[in-house]
């Protein structure tokens, strides 16, 4: 049976499920990166930490980038797919391969160029600049495996193969959590190599993905192929992948900028106030974005179904999505609220980080549920070629909500005031969101 008929003919439930689970795993260990190397740089010092922390936004906009590129690649071959044409398939793996080497070339440069003076801007202690460079010098090198790792995941994803992809992945993170104390304190051979070591241990880890990524989709087995022959760029393919994208990079964009406007109120506070910030959000993206892992799971199968002209499929996709969506985000929020001493424990908090982190993060925590559910609106309208409302409901979340929030909040309650800010943001955006989905439907109607 071909994957499009599974696609088209499998009980939903049944689809989710093995659509979803391994994006799922797969974004945890892709957003685990980072968790990692934070908590054994913590075991070096404060400023370790502190200089990973301001690190996250540039290596947030690197993952967005490839994010970008992915799943705008993954929207247009399932749709290709479902309206079984697979020459036009083909042709947009190789668009793909092309968009991810040659814009990973170039974020490659620009953050070289960019690093010294945004790490100014944040910090007059010497020892925390020299870090950041130190660190943000060598992931510099991620971007072009990052970004064709993930364009590749995302074009096998697409054919409904999503077991594959999460192999290459987990023998990335592998690699990195092996690697990184053995870099970063020197046992055996290693010299010990410092906050590099654990830049190291992550470039590593993501060309070991991209190596791996490649040999996949090389087999002839592949539901997709990389097409050579008779292959020349087309325009509109590229702006259509740029379109699909588009919603997702500005989720996860916005997510880089959004840190480095939390860093401009909080550095106003205390550098140990930025340390526990950056400690705390990847310990958010790790549950968020795992979550939206099963949501990238439910694209394919809305975006196919809405292809081949299937309402019922596509809106029973989206309803059994929600409802997972919802049971995850509510095991994440009470993960983090019962237990918010032991995650602080992870990256060796000092009793100052604690004193206020503790309270912080539970009070952060409770916007996740509201995340869950307007994201799940998001991809529909993605999925169904409403790109702008899809773009309208991010650009809420993580500005037009967040930023008066944040602004307004920490001139009332000053640092408790920051934290109140996610849950007020998240609120308003869902009440949106909602607002947004019911107007459709009943025009639709």
């Known amino acids: ?63 967005a980038a490839s994010i970008w590129i992915g799943v705008g690649v993954n929207v247009l071959i399932a749709g290709y797919l479902g309206q079984k044409k697979q020459d036009e398939a083909n042709t947009t793996v190789t668009h793909g391969l092309l968009l991810a080497f040659g814009i990973g070339a170039l974020l490659n440069l620009l953050s070289f160029l960019i690093m010294k003076p945004y790490f100014r801007a944040f910090t007059n202690n010497e020892e925390i600049y020299q870090l950041s460079i130190a660190y943000m010098g060598v992931c510099s090198f991620m971007q072009i495996p990052n970004m064709v790792h993930i364009a590749i995941q995302k074009m096998i994803q697409a054919t409904g193969n999503m077991i594959a992809p999460m192999w290459f992945q987990i023998a990335g993170v592998v690699v990195n ?51 050579i022959k008779g292959f020349h760029l087309q325009k509109q393919m590229i702006r259509r992948i740029f379109a699909f994208g588009l919603p997702s990079f500005i989720m996860n964009a916005l997510s880089s900028f959004m840190v480095t406007f939390v860093n401009l ?13 950056g400690a705390y959000f990847k310990v958010q993206q790790l549950i968020v974005m795992t979550v939206n892992g099963l949501i990238q799971g439910c694209l394919p199968v809305m975006r196919f179904n809405y292809g081949a002209g299937s309402s019922e499929r596509l809106h029973s996709a989206f309803r059994y999505g929600t409802a997972l969506v ?45 995340c869950g559910l307007s994201t799940m609106i998001s991809t529909y309208f993605q999925a169904t070629e409403k790109v702008g409302s899809s773009m309208a409901i991010q650009l809420c979340r993580q500005l ?39 107007w459709y439907h009943r025009k639709k109607s």
Request: overall charge positive; glycine content about 6%; charged content about 10%.
């Open 1 to 63: 049976m071909q994957t499009s008929n599974k696609m088209a003919v499998a009980p939903v439930g049944k689809l989710i499920w093995q659509m979803s689970i391994p994006p799922l795993i797969s974004m945890f260990l892709q957003y685990s990166y980072n968790l990692i190397d934070s908590a054994f740089v913590a075991r070096l010092s404060e400023n370790a930490l502190t200089a990973v922390s301001l690190s996250f936004p540039i290596t947030t906009l690197m993952n």
């Open 177 to 227: 959590f092996v690697f990184d104390p053995i870099l970063i304190f020197g046992i055996g051979i290693f010299p010990a190599m410092g906050i590099r070591g654990a830049a190291v241990a992550t470039v590593a880890g993501y060309l070991l993905s991209m190596i791996l990524a490649f040999a996949l989709l090389l087999d002839k087995k592949q539901k997709v192929q990389i097409k």
């Open 265 to 277: 109120f909080l550095v106003a506070y205390s550098d140990t106030a930025i340390a526990f910030f």
């Open 326 to 370: 919802t049971g995850m985000m509510i095991l994440g929020t009470l993960a983090v609220i019962l237990f918010p001493a032991q995650i602080l424990g992870l990256f060796t908090a000092s009793e100052a980080m604690r004193s206020f982190g503790i309270s912080a993060m539970r009070i952060m925590a409770t916007s996740y549920l509201f």
């Open 400 to 438: 037009l909500f967040l930023v008066p929030s944040l602004w307004c909040l920490d001139k009332l309650f000053h640092l408790n005031g920051i934290w109140l800010a996610f849950p007020v943001a998240e609120t308003g955006t869902l009440l949106v969101a909602l607002i947004m989905m019911a």
